[in-house]
């Protein structure tokens, strides 16, 4: 069912970092209820139930088509400009359904018959990778941004983990080894590394390059230098915990809470300025050109371009007790979640870092999601779901609550699904 048009109940290049990106989005707790979003449209999901989507109908804003295939779905991942769910048949059947682009994944024709007991799929620039229970890989949509992984395919045997930059994919395979595919110059070749990735745990990737934490917790770069690809200035990293990308820089949180960054300095790989805040850092967030980094006393610390969210000093005042920073990953703006169910914003206005229309319905926020330009945020007041959208209608920024109506008493039923 797709929704034209507030709430319901009643180097900027593309970049995926699935930890804290849109491809994998855990369900909410209360609700039950996922978001997933290509540069221009949204989709919104009953985990087991149905799906819905809004916005550019070109970018997978449009799901008439397929909606009769959109029941019990289990995931829905995202490239650019088109979505990709899984959906259970029965209860050890599954298909891929996709729509969007067609060349941008989201026709998943020529490969329809090697997606079964598909578990997760991830989503590049324009392609799609799906993993299999059996720890193969299947790769559509367009071969230059990582939709066709022949030279690769013997290798991809036993993978656990899938990551991607704008056009290559790399994957963790059982024995910590990484086969990588797509753009060389993206991330697509890690030969000249690879004698060193061993014992890989975790994968990030930026724009144009791919951060492997070890299970030392050093960290491996390769990739586009300009990117975050080249690291040597901070190889000596150890007891790296968690890592973070925008579209060309690294942010890596250390055990001890502090953050150390590069790549390009520009849009966030120099966070000289700001050092001194990045203690106690529980979170970090990324928009294409900026930081947000969320400390354990719930304050923010921004850095990068200031356009693009790296400056939050107008609304500095009201970010205390911030639980969680969601980030427009294609887009210029972060939004953060206070501790009382309320919103703040801040970055490219027109691209959701203003609210100000719909602050007043922000309340009880549960999840919010970011698209190119745009923002959604899942409210429950109790069973009472509500939908509320901000930024550039023509990405999503806008929504229909009459087609919402559906899943609305599909989640009401039951607020605490699994």
Not at 32 to 50: E, H, N, P, S
Not at 68 to 82: C, G, H, M, R, T
Not at 195 to 201: F, H, I, N, R, T
Request: proline content about 2%; hydrophobic content about 40%.
């Amino acid at each position: 069912m797709s929704v034209h048009g507030g709430h319901f109940d009643q180097w900027s290049q593309t970049y995926r970092d699935h930890e804290n990106g849109r491809d994998r989005d855990n369900p909410d707790s209360q609700t039950g209820l996922c978001l997933a979003a290509t540069q221009g449209a949204f989709a919104v999901w009953l985990v087991g139930g149905v799906a819905l989507t809004w916005g550019d109908p070109e970018v997978g804003g449009d799901s008439h088509d397929v909606q009769n295939q959109l029941q019990n779905v289990k995931q829905i991942a995202a490239s650019d400009y088109a979505f990709a769910a899984i959906s259970a048949v029965s209860d050890r059947v599954t298909q891929v359904v996709t729509w969007g682009e067609p060349g941008a994944g989201g026709d998943s024709n020529s490969v329809q018959d090697q997606l079964t007991n598909v578990c997760e799929i991830y989503g590049s620039h324009a392609a799609f990778a799906a993993l299999l229970a059996d720890g193969r890989v299947v790769t559509w949509g367009d071969a230059d941004y990582g939709g066709d992984s022949n030279t690769v395919q013997e290798q991809l045997t036993d993978v656990q983990q899938i990551r991607c930059t704008a056009s290559a994919f790399a994957v963790i395979c059982a024995d910590g080894h990484v086969v990588a595919w797509g753009d060389p110059e993206s991330g697509g070749d890690c030969t000249s590394v690879q004698d060193q990735l061993v014992e890989v745990s975790k994968l990030c990737a930026s724009g144009g390059a791919f951060a492997a934490i070890l299970k030392g917790g050093s960290v491996v770069t390769w990739g586009n230098p300009e990117a975050g690809g080249e690291s040597s200035e901070v190889q000596h990293l150890l007891n790296v915990r968690e890592v973070v990308a925008s579209g060309g820089a690294f942010a890596a949180i250390l055990a001890d809470g502090s953050v150390v960054t590069w790549g390009e300095p520009e849009i966030g790989g120099d966070s000289r300025a700001v050092r001194e805040h990045l203690k106690e850092v529980k979170q970090v967030a990324a928009t294409s050109m900026a930081f947000a980094a969320r400390t354990a006393g719930g304050r923010v610390v921004t850095w990068g371009q200031p356009e693009f969210g790296g400056d939050s000093s107008e609304v500095q005042h009201l970010l205390q007790d911030v639980q969680d920073i969601t980030a427009s990953v294609l887009g210029s703006a972060f939004a953060a979640t206070l501790t009382n169910g309320r919103v703040i914003t801040w970055g490219d206005a027109i691209s959701g870092g203003d609210s100000t229309n719909v602050q007043d319905q922000l309340q009880n926020v549960c999840k919010i999601k970011g698209s190119g330009s745009a923002f959604a945020a899942i409210c429950a007041d109790g069973s009472h779901l509500r939908l509320v959208t901000w930024g550039d209608p023509e990405s999503g920024g806008s929504s229909d609550i009459r087609q919402l109506q559906q899943l609305s008493m599909h989640s009401s039923a039951d607020p605490h699904l699994p």
